[in-house]
């Protein structure tokens, strides 16, 4: 009987895991990449927009440009298509079908350029039945549409949620899941389910979603502006208590895209929506035009140093542990750490758009930093060392309007750690960790370039 018994819930247990969760082991740290929405959201007039419409062209010259300018080497592995790449009417199959205007040569061939590149290729669909722009959605589609991915050799699926009953959003994000799971490609899936349901926290449980989803938009929409900026990280702090603990490595909230580049965003406000995204380990997906970008916007995006503590590998989000009408601090844990000796990144944000705050003061103890050991600072955007800092020391600083300072703070005492605050810079913008051996150099930048030059693949 016993033997019986273990014979039957074995396939059960099978079944039940291979249906109850994404598992996928993929997005171990936070994703980066480059997503068309918010720089060209839904421009299918190429005639008009040679350059800027939602076509093959786009995705291409973008993911040339990722590596033309290094931005491969520091992390930005991506190009994600959004809305607004299909034909209006699925074939006589039922199977999407990619515009044959503006995507002449189909999706397989798109994916082999990013491929041929070392990125990796995603996609958009929505669950329900059309997609927010109108296009034919996945939903009584999922397995047809997860199968036509894999055959595209798709990498990452952005699965949206217009058009469809929230209630069956717990049925068809996982449905949709299981599909990807089936087709046996390593498919990163990224929900908007939340996103839908931002009237209905009660309807929000993060720990479902994060067994389905390896990460999930659950805001509004970015723009590039401000006050779109301001309006996630506000959202962000006021729920921060549901976000940190079902974060982490695998599953990641997504505040959206990063609008660093784009008309409206200055450098200081560049540099803060860099700051808290990598304070919390978001993903860091640009919607810019990588062609036309300013020098600073570049520097900004490629700060190693802002980067590694994004991925560091421990995936904590960042706290907020300071409020003031305008100032807002934030601390996140990072490696290294042993037991009780542990190190943090913090950061200071200045919210307020007009005022500027001179010689504000931060002691170490007060946000939570008590080693007495103290910590090694260092000033993530400066590239400079502060020394060691004991817990009841000072900080002080000036925060113009919309500025924001960043720092990392390895604990004293962990042995072989210390020579991590060691780094050079390089190029103004660079830097190499002695101790983490990464290099950089113009060099590799042209060497890239020639790959380039000589890999294009012949549509
Ligand atoms: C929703 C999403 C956006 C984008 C558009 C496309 O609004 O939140 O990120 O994908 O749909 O229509």
Redesign the pocket.
Known sequence: MRLLLGHLLLPLLLLISSTTCLDNGLARTPPMGWMS?TAFY?ETDCAKHPDGCINEDLYKAMADQIVIDGYNLVGYKSVHI???WSEMERDVNGVLVANKTRFPSGMKKLAKYMHRLGLKFGI?EDYGTK???GYPGSYKHEKVDAETFAAWDVDYL?L?G?NIDEDLMPIGYPLMGKELNATGRPIMYSC?WP?YLINHPEKVDYNVIGKHCNTW?NFD?INSSWKSIVSIISYYDKNQDKHIPTHGPGKWHDP?MLVIGNKGITDAMAISQFTIWCIWSAPLIMSNDLRIISENSKVILQNQEAILINQDPLGVMGRLVKNTTDIATYVKQITPSRGNKKSFAFALLNRNEAKSYRKVEISLSAIGLTDPAGYYVHDVWAHADLGLVRPGDSIIVDLEPTASVFFRADVAGIPGHAQRRRIYPLNNSRVVYEFEKVQLSTLKKLEFADFLRTNRVPF
Request: proline letters at 0%.
């Open positions: 929405w839904c959004d809305d607004c958009y997609t927010c722009a952005k949206d217009c908007s996103a938009r929409d959206d």
